[in-house]
């Protein structure tokens, strides 16, 4: 069967926004032109790549062991480097705790574990979205074992286990492109408008922490998960299943996320791409994005990580035959 390129090309814009955004949050901060960018790139591009995790989770044929060993470690080790490494200054290491990037790790295994129960129960996704506007009211469930992200963004995978593309099938791509752009300019306006503080696309502070209040906090995730799953569906009706220059760093995109802020950390440490104009840090931002992405997308390193977490994973695997099942 030929491969439908649709959803790595999908990854590969995702991976490029993901690395943007942390390069330019850590070389230049979250204010002004920034702020509005990061904006725009958080109100989607962890719940759509949460979104097509959950779609591929329903596609798997993998047991539930291995999928939950190759995450688990990933993040023990990964979560571990990061910790030891001389850019760790933010908190004690705690693997209760996820270092910055790696809470997706650990939220993938607790997904992949409930989802195929989760699926099955009436209401599932009305009741998953009644959890995640309930938990921001919580002060108390915030980075500990990424349990905040891990029920808001729960959502966004369930929905993706059960996408269809007879949801978006029959709209015209002129409207979705519409959507799109009008859903991405609506996102600078809140931010502008200071509606939406950044901090809350991020899913992880409760809404006091974020100096809201519980009804004005519920009222803005409630307009950040109608943005999140338009620009998402959108993306997805949009892009083309062709292959291009750039689709590999969507089939590698796991190598990307797991060492570019790695990279990221030490460029800021060494404020070599510096300058006085704003859209000047944006350009560098952007090439410096786009220079990390190519090179961990090589097949070399990819075929490594492979290669370590198969043999890791055939010895702690006991049991193959358990999968999950698709809806």
């Excluded at 490029?16 to 949050?25: A, D, I, K, N």
Aim: net charge positive; hydrophobic share 50%; proline share 3%.
């Amino acid at each position: 069967m030929k491969r439908d390129f649709k959803f790595d090309n999908i990854k590969a814009l995702l991976i490029f926004l993901v690395v943007l955004g942390h390069s330019l949050e850590y070389l230049y901060g979250v204010k002004g032109t920034y702020g509005a960018i990061r904006a725009v790139i958080y109100s989607f591009h962890m719940p759509a790549f949460v979104f097509i995790s959950g779609y591929f989770a329903s596609r798997s044929k993998s047991s539930v062991s291995e999928v939950v060993v190759k995450y688990l470690v990933t993040y023990l080790i990964f979560n571990t480097l990061f910790a030891i490494s001389p850019w760790h200054m933010d908190s004690p290491f705690n693997f209760l705790f996820p270092q910055l990037i790696y809470w997706y790790l650990l939220c993938l295994c607790f997904w992949r574990i409930s989802v195929g129960a989760i699926a099955g129960i009436r209401f599932a996704v009305p009741l998953s979205i009644l959890f995640t506007l309930y938990i921001g009211t919580c002060p108390k469930a915030d980075r500990f074992m990424s349990i905040s992200r891990a029920v808001c963004f729960f959502t966004f995978f369930l929905i993706g286990y059960k996408f269809s593309f007879r949801w978006i099938e029959k709209i015209k791509k002129l409207y979705m492109a519409c959507a799109l752009v009008g859903s991405m300019a609506l996102t600078v306006a809140l931010y502008y408008r200071h509606i939406i503080p950044v901090k809350m696309y991020e899913y992880i502070q409760s809404y006091s922490s974020t100096k809201v209040g519980n009804a004005a906090g519920i009222e803005m995730r409630i307009i950040m998960m109608v943005l999140s799953f338009i620009i998402t569906l959108c993306l997805i009706g949009l892009m083309p299943s062709k292959e291009y220059f750039f689709t590999i760093l969507g089939k590698n995109s796991l190598c990307i996320y797991l060492v570019h802020i790695f990279v990221i950390k030490a460029v800021a440490q060494s404020k070599v791409l510096s300058f006085s104009y704003t859209w000047a840090n944006v350009a560098a931002a952007a090439m410096l994005s786009l220079a990390i992405c190519f090179c961990l997308s090589l097949q070399v390193l990819n075929t490594a990580y492979n290669r370590l977490v198969s043999k890791i994973s055939g010895v702690l695997v006991i049991q193959k035959d358990l999968h999950i099942s698709p809806t």
